[in-house]
């Protein structure tokens, strides 16, 4: 097991946990001080431009750092792989003991991103925003529910209920701390959202 596996592990929570996103309140002026802007360049998309899943700690890579950061119980073997543990995704409830069955989400896709101003970004900064393990970027959870949000922003699909008001509160942060651009049906949800916050 990797150093940061040991601690990570000690400390884990029983369900996903994002870095504590800003408060709604934080969120909202944020969120006001954001001019709706039309996406561009999204035609000239291609995933390959983040690179992902770089090495964190020791022979941890980011999606090894973010299961045993949101698992429960999470050991691992000398690679970083988890072996064992329970996951709970945010999304939609689902729960499970095998880690191969969850995906690490970017909750601001990558493709979001890049249609929102990342495509003037170095590949540098780029990097560092796929594989952010500070801001309440990167989430385990259920792969059918990541599959169902694919690059969709919040006024195209939300996790359940329950979850909505931190998503909302992450979203703007990431999008706030990146300075990335928000479009107008996106940003009348968010506004919507945290305003019930």
């Known amino acids: 097991m990797c150093i940061a596996g040991l ?10 946990a994002l870095p504590t996103p800003i408060s709604a309140a934080t969120a909202r002026s944020y969120l006001a001080g954001m001019t709706a802007t039309a996406e561009t360049h999204g035609d000239s998309y291609d995933r390959d431009l983040f690179p992902t899943w770089i090495t964190i700690s020791g022979t941890c890579d ?11 119980g999470v050991t691992t073997n000398s690679a970083c792989t988890a072996t064992s543990g329970t996951w709970t995704s945010a999304y939609d409830n689902v729960v499970t003991t095998n880690p191969s069955t969850f995906d690490i989400d970017h909750l601001v896709p990558l493709s979001e991103a890049w249609a929102s101003g990342a495509w003037a970004w170095t590949t540098t900064r780029r990097r560092t925003f796929a594989n952010d393990v500070n801001d309440p970027q990167l989430i385990a959870v259920s792969a059918s529910s990541n599959r169902s949000k694919g690059d969709r922003d919040p006024a195209e699909w939300l996790p359940q209920t329950s979850y909505r008001c931190t998503y909302a509160r992450a ?11 928000v479009d107008s049906t996106e940003k009348n949800t968010l506004t919507t959202i945290l305003n019930a916050c």
Not at 62 to 72: M, P, Q, V
Not at 171 to 181: G, R
């Open 7 to 16: 601690a990570l592990a000690a400390t884990a929570p029983a369900h996903a």
């Open 62 to 72: 980011t999606r090894e750092w973010i299961l045993k950061r949101d698992g429960a």
């Open 171 to 181: 979203w703007v942060q990431v999008k706030h701390d990146y300075a990335l651009t």
